[in-house]
């Protein structure tokens, strides 16, 4: 069960940074500046693509993420978008999918995920993450090849790969007992 705790409280750190409300309590969130800082950014209208590259940090209240690169793919629907919204390709449409590549690193206080991957679903509120996935919160350690949070049943499964079993470490009661 502290598991599962661990697992969604982490989920959910990977999903803030995204400025989408999962629930009605972090929709205050989405009116926080979010910010991100890049070496470079790339917009493809035609492709409906926006691309973050070279040492990427995406920050939001308390929540930081780091990556290589990012890209944010978005559709051309538009709904209740004003005048401001329609020059701006980050705020036109839909996101549909965001996708950090090259050393994925989300952090919260004490709360850290890593991997080479994490991609967020938007339509179906999703995120995957892969690669030498390391999930921390304090002490307390769950690693994996994949892991995929389903943000809107609250739950989430991580996965080994052949070569690599499913290991957990985990601190009943949340504290550390020293010798």
Do not use: W
Request: proline fraction near 3%; hydrophobic fraction near 35%.
């Amino acid at each position: 069960m502290k598991g599962r705790i661990i697992v969604a409280g982490i989920a959910l750190t990977v999903v803030l940074f995204t400025c989408f409300p999962c629930t009605a309590d972090e929709a205050s969130r989405t009116e926080e500046p979010l910010t991100i800082v890049s070496d470079r950014l790339d917009a493809y209208d035609n492709t409906m693509t926006v691309v973050f590259s070279g040492n990427v940090v995406v920050t939001q209240r308390d929540i930081t993420m780091k990556s290589d690169t990012l890209n944010v793919f978005y559709s051309k629907e538009k709904t209740g978008v004003d005048e401001v919204q329609k020059k701006n390709p980050l705020q036109e449409g839909t996101v549909k999918k965001i996708e950090a590549q090259g050393s994925v690193r989300v952090l919260q206080g004490d709360k850290t995920v890593t991997g080479d991957r994490a991609v967020f679903f938007n339509q179906e509120q999703r995120i995957e993450v892969t690669g030498n996935v390391v999930m921390k919160d304090g002490a307390n350690v769950i690693e994996g090849e994949k892991a995929t949070f389903f943000i809107a049943e609250n739950r989430g499964i991580v996965e080994s790969s052949p070569l690599r079993r499913v290991k957990a470490t985990i601190y009943p009661g949340g504290e550390i007992k020293k010798p």
